[in-house]
């Protein structure tokens, strides 16, 4: 009864009278003026990206000349190509690996330059690379990587760091004339032919530049001309080349320069029985030998190739090495970001924590980590959105054997349409596919963000 009452007594609204009138003309014409500040920018909008994805998905239902309606059979074709396939495989490993990587870097980095007294400085360090552009990184890093560790420093870290554990060969080039003697074993080894206590041998090699010889090698001919004891062999390892021409070929002549360094074996019935190494005029000699039949040989490690390094840019490593790239670019971000969301945490929250007896890393993994989960969250799925459309540092880092090795979704797009294929159909499909991987993503980012508006 008293619910009705108040509702009968209440007032009814006034009549619009001119006042209303001049209220809705007003917001009309803020919502036209809006428009019209808007336009502009809607326009650019359409043209730039409504109008070509609308095209590309048109595009994309049409044959490689664009005259004839294939329909679905681009999309079909699309899942047929080994190479595509190869693509969707490398654009899984970017997404899953990269931004992980990124976002535990940001985030390790973050909390630890708290703790520097130069937080500053530390962070522009870091945050620097992202002033570089994707086309000058891949130029630095595709140097950085070069498997010559005369031109790529990690290669010259990597053979610096290998050569300080193992010894290296002595004379890689350096090989024995035919029928002089020597034989080459399957190993790379080389055998002469049997010998016996009170022997000297000659062992002559080709293969090898004068320059390229050891500082302290000297001429051996005074070494060939000495005599062996009853229970010693004596021998010695030259360079059968003399400087300037002439010379006699398997003879140690008066200019022809000794070996030093070389290791030799003296062989009998398969099983080595002594070893020496050869003096600066490239002499040897084995002593105490019981009498018998013996080989000399020169083992395998005298010739085998320097070590050269990591193939970076190979087929096993090339997506690994153009992530580290792409790590290097973007951890600064990653970490600025998470910097300052780790700024605004409650710090109330942490001091009652430590007061409580907590650890750093159980405040890290306990409550850190925790308060920051919206903000890694959204550094994640910004990354992942990035990576789906990384073009520039898998075209110009990957060299061309490996260009299929290395390829994603947005550079075998290029691939298909203009950098050889020739099929805009094709390439157009591949584009559709990508924007259909990036979308969700970036809804999932937006609604993000208006929660945390909110």
Known sequence: ????????????PPPPGPVADRARRLRRRGRIIALLFAFPALLLLGALVVYPVLFSVGRSFFDASGTTFVGGENYTEMFRDPATLKAVRNTAIWVVVAPALLTGLGLIL???????????????????PMAVSFLAAGIIFRLAYDEDPDKGVLNAAVVSVHDAFKEQSSYPTARARDGQGLTKEKDGSYRSAAVSPGDAVTLGLVGVQPGDLPGDARPASGAAGQKAAADELRGVVYLDFTPGGGGEQGKVDARESGLPGMKVE???DGERVATATTTADGSFRFEGLAPGSYAVKLPASNFAAPYEGVSWLGPALVTPAIIGAYLWIWTGFAMVLIGAG????????LEAARMDGANEWQIFRRITVPLLAPVLTVVFVTLVINVMKVFDLVYIIAPGPVQEDATVLATQMWLVSFGGGNNQGLGSALGVLLLLLVVPAMVFNVRRFRRSQR
Do not use: G
Request: aromatic letters at 8%.
């Open 110 to 128: 973050a909390v630890l330059v708290e703790k520097v007294r130069w937080a500053t400085a530390f962070k522009l360090l870091l945050f620097m």
């Open 1 to 12: 009864m008293t619910a009705t009452l108040v509702k009968e007594a209440s007032p009814t």
């Open 342 to 349: 780790l700024s605004t945490l409650p710090r109330d929250a």
């Open 266 to 268: 003296a062989v009998r």
